[in-house]
């Protein structure tokens, strides 16, 4: 009585109620899937069963048929009166050519007169096939349907199991008996491709005659039981046989049980959270009840520390304004007044102290220049014009009219061909394509001429392709993914200025314009920067 009176109270308890009845709700809904699946994965498993029982029949029936005009020729001897002289060699020459049949013979009445090849079949001879009633019901089948009639599987008079097949012969009328073919069980399974086991992959098959489902004339030496499982059972009319199949391992109750059992966890595991999600309402409003000043004074710290967060925020932004116009003011004076210490008090100052004012201002020009990168790299990729259809060959042109100077005094040569014409934001294609040229002069060798070429490439249907190669000094393997992070600059010559921003920024450009860039390189040999853009701006 008590555990019932706990129970009724348990389930009073209205989140015991909601929980249970969603686990209800999902267990039907998941247990309802996994019937679903049982019944197809049982359908598709019995859909291969009957494709491979219809393969194997048709194999079957596809050899059974070449002994078809053997029997015919034979008959055609017998019914002409040749079969004396030309049995043998008829009967040799049928089976070189044929070889899914072992033996022929001719039955004159019910006795076996002649067995080709002898060698073997000795005992066949003079053999009166009515003497074993299963052998005469199957002969007079043939007489009945009047066409090749196939009896098996069966212990052959001579030594081992096979399967014969007799086609009725008349003259003048009358039956005069009968031509037939025998094919031994070993070439009856290479046939159809199984072994004396029937078993193939995935499948198990049995024959047996229509009317005799005793073990011993079963073909196969199995005991799988095929009255149980995913069968197929077919009908192959020409020995009256029945095939069946049967598949080996079935799946379909796992993978259903599989996703039951994952189902019911599902619908417990779900029904629990439902539960506490329905008691939290309880809790808080217990909590509410007990510990009224806690949330009073709770609440407060909440509001205070919104403040806070408002006033951090207000902060970052007053912050992000400095970086933006302040920051740079006091780095010009810092340098203008540098600059001035140094003209008026130039006589006084020793070398070291000229190099100190010099570091000074040299750093600062840094700073300014590194606040710019970071304020060009926030802004890259917001653009506030419209995409327009660019000649790339001109916008080449015109950025190494932009190195004219540098151009002529290092010997730089510009090489490009056959640039296609693509819509797109002018100004960051024309920021891809100018830090792209100044990077391959800038990191050039210090002798020999400068070599710039500029290709476009086929990348895929939706992106343009564009490789930027020079003869430069290279990079190493290592750094291929480096050099495209911020303030990453590999060498440290004083001619190479830079803060390391530019491809960070090419970079960044190039992603928001849907595409993507890497390099290839030989130290010493030069680079190649492959990057490509999306043909639709979106």
């Known amino acids: 009585?008590?555990?019932?009176?706990?129970?009724?109270?348990?389930?009073?308890?209205?989140?015991?109620?909601?929980?249970?009845?969603?686990?209800?709700?999902?267990?039907?809904?998941?247990?309802?899937?996994?019937?679903?699946?049982?019944?197809?994965?049982?359908?598709?498993?019995?859909?291969?069963?009957?494709?491979?029982?219809?393969?194997?029949?048709?194999?079957?029936?596809?050899?059974?048929?070449?002994?078809?005009?053997?029997?015919?020729?034979?008959?055609?001897?017998?019914?002409?009166?040749?079969?004396?002289?030309?049995?043998?060699?008829?009967?040799?020459?049928?089976?070189?050519?044929?070889?899914?049949?072992?033996?022929?013979?001719?039955?004159?009445?019910?006795?076996?007169?002649?067995?080709?090849?002898?060698?073997?079949?000795?005992?066949?001879?003079?053999?009166?096939?009515?003497?074993d009633k299963q052998h005469e019901k199957a002969a007079l089948e043939a007489v009945k349907k009047d066409k090749l009639f196939f009896e098996g599987p069966l212990n052959l008079v001579q030594g081992g199991i096979g399967i014969i097949g007799r086609q009725p012969i008349y003259k003048k009328n009358k039956l005069w008996g009968?031509?037939?073919?025998?094919?031994?069980?070993?070439?009856?399974?290479?046939?159809?491709?199984?072994?004396?086991?029937?078993?193939?992959?995935?499948?198990?098959?049995?024959?047996?005659?229509?009317?005799?489902?005793?073990?011993?004339?079963?073909?196969?030496?199995?005991?799988?039981?095929?009255?149980?499982?995913?069968?197929?059972?077919?009908?192959?009319?020409?020995?009256?046989?029945?095939?069946?199949?049967?598949?080996?391992?079935?799946?379909?109750l796992n993978r259903a049980s599989i996703f039951g059992f994952f189902g019911l966890a599902l619908s417990i595991i779900i029904a629990f959270f439902i539960r506490q999600l329905a008691e939290q309402p309880i809790k808080l409003k217990r909590l509410v009840a007990e510990k009224t000043k806690d949330l009073e004074k709770l609440n407060r710290i909440l509001d205070n520390r919104a403040k806070e967060l408002s006033s951090t925020n207000k902060e970052l932004e007053y912050f992000a304004y400095i970086i933006s116009h302040d920051l740079q003011e006091p780095l010009r004076m810092i340098s203008s007044f540098l600059s001035l210490l140094e003209k008026k008090y130039n006589d006084l100052l020793d070398e070291k102290g000229k190099k100190y004012i010099f570091f000074a201002v040299d750093g600062a020009k840094r700073m300014k220049t590194i606040i710019l990168d970071i304020l060009e790299f926030s802004r890259a990729g917001k653009y506030n014009e419209e995409p327009v259809e660019i000649n790339v060959n001109d916008l080449v042109e015109e950025i190494i009219g932009y190195h004219k100077n540098a151009i002529k005094n290092r010997n730089v040569i510009i090489q490009y061909n056959n640039l296609p014409t693509i819509f797109c934001y002018k100004s960051p294609i024309i920021q891809i394509f100018q830090n792209l040229i100044s990077n391959a002069i800038k990191y050039s060798k210090e002798d020999g001429d400068i070599i710039i070429q500029i290709d476009p490439f086929k990348a895929d249907k939706n992106t343009w392709g564009f490789a930027v190669k020079d003869n430069g000094i290279g990079i190493e393997e290592k750094y291929f993914e480096k050099i495209f992070i911020l303030f990453q600059?590999?060498?440290?010559?004083?001619?190479?200025?830079?803060?390391?921003?530019?491809?960070?920024?090419?970079?960044?450009?190039?992603?928001?314009?849907?595409?993507?860039?890497?390099?290839?390189?030989?130290?010493?040999?030069?680079?190649?920067?492959?990057?490509?853009?999306?043909?639709k701006i979106v």
């Open 489 to 535: 600059r590999l060498l440290t010559r004083e001619q190479d200025s830079g803060n390391g921003m530019g491809l960070a920024i090419v970079k960044k450009i190039i992603e928001n314009l849907g595409g993507k860039i890497w390099v290839e390189s030989t130290v010493n040999q030069g680079s190649t920067f492959y990057f490509t853009i999306a043909k």
């Open 1 to 131: 009585m008590k555990i019932i009176k706990k129970i009724n109270k348990s389930l009073d308890y209205w989140p015991n109620q909601l929980a249970l009845m969603a686990f209800f709700v999902l267990f039907i809904i998941t247990q309802t899937i996994a019937f679903r699946i049982f019944s197809v994965e049982k359908e598709n498993e019995f859909l291969q069963v009957k494709e491979e029982a219809i393969n194997t029949k048709n194999q079957l029936e596809s050899a059974i048929n070449f002994s078809h005009n053997a029997v015919k020729i034979i008959s055609f001897l017998v019914e002409n009166d040749l079969e004396e002289k030309n049995f043998e060699s008829v009967s040799k020459d049928l089976l070189e050519k044929n070889k899914f049949i072992d033996a022929l013979q001719l039955v004159k009445g019910s006795t076996i007169t002649k067995t080709y090849p002898l060698l073997g079949n000795e005992a066949t001879i003079g053999y009166n096939i009515f003497s």
């Open 178 to 252: 009968f031509s037939a073919i025998i094919i031994k069980q070993k070439t009856f399974l290479n046939a159809i491709g199984l072994n004396d086991t029937g078993s193939k992959n995935r499948f198990d098959f049995q024959l047996v005659e229509k009317n005799d489902t005793t073990k011993d004339k079963f073909l196969f030496k199995n005991k799988t039981n095929f009255n149980k499982g995913i069968i197929y059972k077919t009908f192959i009319s020409s020995g009256e046989w029945y095939l069946y199949v049967k598949l080996k391992d079935p799946q379909h």
